[in-house]
């Protein structure tokens, strides 16, 4: 269960994800700015092929062309010319002159459940635990794929989120014949991200009484300013590269073109070692979560620490990040998939 916050004022919207006492997720738009492209779906032409890369830029009716990998799954190869169906999986980045990155593999969420189209079968988080239930309730067509995340609630509710997604997916099918490029499904402002990811039992309170009516009682109105001090507390310190954690120490968050480098500090609170650097870890991984911050991440750890397993030992590691393990240098090695500029990045750039 989560408390989600929207604020609402004449040049910023901005949403907070409260879960145990702390903010898990913070963002924001600016409502006279276009939306990022991140999650729509385009139906593209193939203008160009790079063998070397293994990529082929494709045109989607934006200013600069997409790339796509020649090869995804068991999906053939595109060729030059060729009209493709494709999502942006990664926004353009104006800080490293990377552009749009593309994908055929369409993948359409709703609440806990993401409709796979061309991954066929059904996947569910390690973290289920009464698997069958799922299995049962959730058939699939052959050619029907379907990951149920973690949070998922064993409710009849998401045979409804299910017929919707395939609705959603038919009417895309029903735009194929268009002439591309040609936009599908627009990439979703902030308020329908907020909505599509409400699970049964998340409560949104949104402070303006026009664009809570837009949720079709999906959410409460407040009087109230939506964020209160934790959340506005936390807002501030996106700003920050230095941020305090609650055991003491503090973490030292640097971004740069290669990697992300978090450099842990003590500063006199340290008891014990290996007690101290999960912590760390913890607060590192609800950073790394709360600043979508992505690409190669590396940690320096208080010490020399020799083993991975003791440092992990009782935490919850995102689905999305990959561990790689200690380097030589003892710094924990870790790579979550990069989808647009991190949330500092972004608020440099466009409230700067």
């Known amino acids: 269960m989560a408390e989600i916050f929207y604020t609402v004022a004449s040049d910023l919207h901005r949403m907070a994800r409260v879960a145990g006492g702390l903010v898990q997720e913070i963002d924001f738009e600016i409502p006279e700015n276009p939306p990022s492209l991140w999650?729509?779906?385009?139906?593209?032409?193939?203008?160009?092929?790079?063998?070397?890369?293994?990529?082929?830029?494709?045109?989607?009716?934006?200013?600069?062309l997409g790339l796509l990998p020649l090869r995804e799954g068991k999906l053939t190869s595109v060729t030059h010319g060729e009209t493709v169906l494709v999502q942006v999986t990664r926004?353009?980045?104006?800080?490293?002159?990377?552009?749009?990155?593309?994908?055929?593999l369409i993948t359409l969420s709703l609440g806990p459940l993401l409709y796979t189209p061309f991954t066929p079968g059904l996947s569910l988080s390690k973290k289920i635990k009464n698997r069958e239930f799922f299995k049962n309730l959730l058939p699939l067509l052959p050619e029907e794929g379907l990951i149920?995340?973690?949070?998922?609630?064993?409710?009849?509710?998401?045979?409804?989120?299910?017929?919707?997604?395939?609705?959603?997916?038919?009417?895309?099918?029903?735009?194929?014949?268009?002439?591309?490029?040609?936009?599908?499904?627009?990439?979703?402002?902030?308020?329908?991200?907020?909505?599509?990811?409400?699970?049964?039992?998340?409560?949104?309170?949104?402070?303006?009484?026009?664009?809570?009516?837009?949720?079709?009682?999906?959410?409460?109105?407040?009087?109230?300013?939506?964020f209160d001090d934790v959340c506005e507390e936390t807002w501030d310190s996106l700003s920050s590269t230095t941020l305090a954690m609650p055991e003491g120490g503090n973490l030292s968050i640097e971004e740069t073109k290669a990697l992300v480098a978090i450099d842990?500090?003590?500063?006199?609170?340290?008891?014990?070692?290996?007690?101290?650097?999960?912590?760390?870890?913890?607060?590192?991984?609800?950073?790394?979560?709360?600043?979508?911050?992505?690409?190669?991440?590396?940690?320096?750890?208080?010490?020399?620490?020799?083993?991975?397993?003791?440092?992990?030992?009782?935490?919850?590691?995102?689905?999305?990040?990959?561990?790689?393990?200690?380097?030589?240098?003892?710094?924990?090695?870790?790579?979550?998939?990069?989808?647009?500029?991190?949330?500092?990045?972004?608020?440099?750039?466009?409230?700067?």
Request: with cysteine; charged share 25%.
């Open 148 to 226: 149920v995340r973690f949070g998922a609630t064993e409710s009849k509710h998401l045979l409804d989120l299910l017929s919707q997604l395939r609705k959603e997916w038919e009417t895309i099918q029903q735009q194929l014949a268009e002439k591309p490029p040609f936009c599908v499904s627009p990439p979703s402002n902030l308020l329908t991200r907020v909505l599509r990811s409400l699970s049964p039992s998340d409560t949104l309170v949104i402070d303006d009484r026009a664009v809570c009516l837009l949720t079709k009682g999906k959410g409460t109105y407040a009087k109230e300013k939506a």
């Open 264 to 352: 842990v500090n003590s500063q006199g609170a340290l008891k014990h070692v290996l007690s101290f650097n999960r912590s760390a870890i913890k607060e590192c991984l609800r950073q790394i979560h709360l600043r979508d911050l992505g690409g190669k991440i590396v940690i320096d750890l208080i010490g020399a620490p020799q083993e991975l397993a003791p440092l992990l030992q009782g935490l919850t590691i995102p689905s999305n990040v990959e561990i790689f393990g200690l380097s030589p240098l003892h710094l924990l090695e870790l790579i979550r998939r990069r989808r647009r500029l991190s949330l500092p990045q972004r608020l440099k750039l466009q409230i700067n």
């Open 39 to 64: 999650g729509g779906i385009y139906l593209g032409r193939v203008v160009e092929t790079q063998k070397p890369l293994q990529a082929a830029f494709v045109d989607i009716g934006q200013t600069q």
């Open 91 to 104: 926004t353009a980045n104006p800080l490293d002159a990377k552009g749009v990155r593309l994908t055929r």
